[in-house]
């Protein structure tokens, strides 16, 4: 687990200075970090005129940085090596005004010396830096502005002012001083900072803080996690986002799974994208894109070359190695050429997906000899699931349009002899998932609803209609033609499905609750066992050929990503690699804990809650309630889209439930999703916050807000329809009138065609009228912000305009915050920051009385 830093606040701040609360005033800075000095040289020739007639002189020193400040987390004590013969240490100068000494006073030098300023709310103030040398000046890390001038012993020093914009938490302000040797002058460096209002603004020298919005923004992040066929070794990607656009860089790692250590590293600007091993030798490929082209690269880790087996395909697809590695099958994309009238007919729905005649077809490549066969075309796509133990026979799918049943899809399932191309026709089926081949070859696993094979999956009370989203797996017998609901009285959800080893076990990763766990199969006994693992929500998991290695990586609530080892037999992880773990070293969480209520009708609503890391049972706290309501429950994953961390972090206690209608709890739960829209969840939510008001007495009352996203979303409207119990609300891309996100979503009928079940708005008023928002816009009387992504395809957003619309001509409070070419997910590096900091000053507006953020983002 993540090591978390426990301390009360004094601890963990370790104020040193003076509290800088006295509007208009200009407080000295008292104490510094100094880093150096570190002596330097002007480069040779630099007398002489360059092509535009300038020499170069020591004030052109500032516009290149000789180290790379941006992870930088000044602390007394820490190195930062120089050269392979110097390195240097912050230290502390108690003091206002810091002296430095160069080592030699007739050539340039460099110093750093920076400070944290730390405040509990939004606040303005304006520093200033003063030193007789030039400077450049950097807060969390960005450049804000340098001082160019050199003064004269005897005169003033020059000075250079910065406005500071301080959310609630704490902020580095960094200075590196260029030591100019014609001076003559002392070298030295001072500062004040005077605040805009009474907010308290406090020094310290200490790195250690609480989770803001930059910090989460450029966490260390883990993907493409494979793993070899003899589970000796591990692959892995590590992204590091950084400022200004979140590029950062990327790199793969190969370590050893019993050891963890680094075997091989990859760096250098390459994709590796799709990183796949090969069934034998310690070779693997990964595919590498560039101006649209794909090729595919196979790495041989013991001749440490590398062959590129595909060059410059478009719109390749996925690909996946047959079981003796002597051939490849992929995916290329095909689109038809695109009309040019602008005027066209719509045959089916989906066309309006400008994606929906998108073809995807299915290649065979040999290995090593390098030519390739396609193998499927036509009018509909072919979908690869498996290549067949022996090599022979693939596993593919192909979905058509059917309005004659919900979904309004089937998918049809195919066994295709590689050599022959013979067909072999399964069954075609509604509510269909992924398949793969038993080790023996006899069998195959599928997932799908509970409806996929008529009612052979349901497991819900008479008059019930079951959760088609509540995935289940099933046993088909390729002989027989049997199928088999291996997981009919089991209440998870099955997120995927794979064997193990041998054609007994199957290892399943479940949506459980609020958690994604693994469990173990025993498929002749029905047996499962849950293997306990080292994160709370499992990501990716991969498997060995043989079925006793595994690694995976997660999260969980405070824990950022990990990548784990894990010994199928003894159930005993061990950590491969944590790319955080120094990343948030000095970032301190609250605690969490679970919690849950009882409804009048005897139902029992899963919960949790976050506490600000400075919690004081004695002290009282607004609340953030936060739940989905539709599907799946809201797990406990590290940060994501709404992060509950970051809430918490701002000095809210963030309540999480889990309504009736999510998967994980049972497919008589889910069921209640079906037709519901609110019905019984917006009465749980309501009783759920006010249960939790009354057994948290430190949970203020007039102080509980509301958020949602999608149907979440829908769910924040439709509460504020209905009660007074929240101060504001967020809904993100929510749902004010279901009929018209049912007719103009691009899933909207598909999605309602299982949350709605054989309802439509011309038979069922009471849902498509009585439960969207909407029709009830007049019962708002909270403060309600509106986000959608105006890229939106899964809920438009004219679903938010709608009753933003209703509410202003309402006169009621509310804003829209509009996010340009983004979709159902805000997924821009710097929209993302804007628009989550949208969404906390609004709360701070309405919940904590302090509109200073929100007014200076938007205006009062």
């Not at 949790?608 to 004081?616: G, I, L």
Request: with cysteine; hydrophobic share 35%; proline share 5%.
């Amino acid at each position: 687990m993540f090591l978390q830093i426990r301390c009360t606040l004094l601890g963990f701040f370790l104020i040193i200075a003076m509290s800088l609360n006295a509007q208009n005033q200009e407080i000295p800075v008292s104490e510094w970090l100094i880093l150096g000095p570190a002596e330097t040289q002007l480069p040779i020739y630099h007398d002489q005129q360059n092509i535009q007639n300038e020499t170069f002189t020591l004030n052109n020193l500032l516009e290149f940085d000789p180290v790379d400040i941006s992870g930088w987390t000044p602390e007394e004590g820490t190195t930062v090596n120089w050269s392979q013969q110097q390195s240097f240490q912050w230290s502390v100068h108690q003091g206002e005004t810091v002296q430095l000494n160069p080592a030699n006073a007739d050539h340039p030098a460099n110093a750093w010396v920076a400070f944290y300023v730390q405040t509990d709310r939004f606040t303005k103030a304006t520093l200033e830096i003063s030193s007789y040398h030039p400077f450049k000046l950097y807060v969390n890390g960005h450049g804000q502005g340098v001082k160019q001038s050199t003064e004269e012993s005897g005169d003033d020093p020059g000075s250079h002012s910065e406005k500071l914009v301080l959310t609630k938490g704490k902020h580095l302000i960094l200075a590196r001083t260029l030591y100019n040797p014609e001076s003559g002058a002392e070298w030295s460096v001072s500062g004040t900072i005077k605040p805009e209002n009474e907010a308290p603004v406090m020094q310290s020298l200490q790195p250690h803080r609480y989770l803001d919005l930059e910090t989460l923004s450029n966490q260390p992040q883990l993907s493409s996690l494979a793993l070899s066929a003899d589970g000796r070794l591990a692959a892995m990607r590590i992204n590091q986002p950084a400022p200004p656009d979140g590029s950062g860089d990327s790199w793969l790692e190969i370590r050893e799974t019993e050891s963890g250590d680094l075997y091989r590293e990859y760096r250098g600007g390459k994709d590796f994208g799709s990183v796949t091993w090969a069934p034998e030798k310690k070779r693997f490929t990964y595919t590498e894109t560039e101006n649209g082209e794909t090729s595919l690269w196979l790495a041989d880790l013991e001749t440490g070359s590398q062959e590129r087996i595909l060059k410059g395909i478009s719109d390749f697809g996925s690909y996946q190695w047959s079981p003796d590695g002597t051939f490849i099958i992929y995916s290329i994309s095909e689109q038809p050429e695109p009309d040019q009238t602008g005027v066209y007919r719509l045959d089916d729905l989906e066309e309006r997906r400008p994606w929906h005649f998108t073809r995807s077809f299915i290649y065979k490549l040999n290995v090593p000899e390098g030519t390739t066969q396609r193998l499927t075309a036509g009018l509909l796509s072919t979908s690869l699931h498996d290549i067949s133990p022996d090599g022979n026979t693939l596993l593919y799918s192909r979905s058509q349009t059917d309005y004659s049943q919900r979904p309004y899809s089937v998918t049809e399932y195919q066994l295709l002899n590689i050599e022959t191309l013979e067909r072999d026709s399964l069954f075609t089926v509604p509510f269909g998932g992924s398949g793969k081949f038993s080790p023996d070859g006899n069998s195959v696993l599928f997932t799908g609803g509970p409806t996929m094979f008529d009612e052979t999956g349901t497991n819900v009370p008479d008059g019930m209609i079951a959760n088609d989203y509540d995935n289940q797996a099933y046993v088909f017998d390729l002989k027989t033609r049997e199928v088999t609901p291996v997981t009919f009285d089991f209440n998870p959800s099955v997120d995927q499905a794979s064997w193990g080893g041998d054609s007994g076990t199957i290892y399943l990763i479940t949506t459980d609750r609020s958690y994604r766990n693994l469990y173990r199969l025993d498929v002749e006994s029905r047996q499962f066992d849950k293997i306990e693992t080292a994160t709370e929500v499992l990501d990716q998991v991969d498997l060995s050929g043989d079925g006793r290695k595994a690694i995976y990586s997660g999260t969980g609530i405070s824990q950022p990503a990990q990548a784990f080892s894990l010994d199928l037999n003894s159930e005993r992880s061990a950590l491969l690699r944590d790319p955080g773990e120094e990343y948030f070293k000095n970032v301190e969480f609250g605690e969490d804990k679970i919690w849950t209520f009882t409804t009048e009708e005897g139902i029992e609503i899963d919960g949790f809650v976050y506490y600000p890391p400075d919690f004081d049972p004695d002290q009282t706290y607004p609340v953030i309630a936060y739940y989905y309501g539709g599907t799946v429950p809201v797990n406990r994953a590290f940060g994501g889209r709404y992060p509950k961390e970051l809430y918490a972090a701002k000095g809210y206690i963030v309540y999480v439930m889990q309504p009736s209608g999510a998967i994980g709890y049972g497919q008589e739960f889910s069921a209640l999703h079906v037709n519901d829209w609110g019905i019984i969840v917006a009465d749980e939510i309501i009783d759920g916050v006010n249960q939790f008001l009354d057994a948290h007495p430190y949970a203020d009352r007039e102080r509980v807000g509301a958020i949602g996203a999608s149907y979440g979303g829908f769910m924040t409207m439709l509460l504020l329809t209905r009660t007074d119990i929240f101060a504001a609300g967020v809904s993100h891309a929510g749902i004010s009138n279901i009929a018209s996100y049912w007719g103009e979503g691009f899933w909207g009928f598909q999605y309602s065609s299982i949350a709605a079940a054989h309802s439509f708005p011309w038979n069922r008023e009471d849902i498509y009228v009585g439960q969207s928002p909407l029709y009830s816009a007049d019962q708002v009387t909270t403060p309600l912000l509106f986000l959608t992504g105006m890229s939106d395809t899964n809920v438009p957003p004219g679903e938010s305009l709608q009753m933003y619309t209703a509410l202003k001509l309402l006169d009621r409070e509310t804003a829209f915050i509009a996010v340009d070419d983004q979709d159902h997910h805000i997924l821009d590096y710097n929209k993302y920051k804007l628009w989550k900091a949208s969404i906390l000053s609004w709360f701070d507006k309405y919940l904590k009385d302090e509109p200073e953020w929100w007014d200076h983002k938007y205006g009062n």
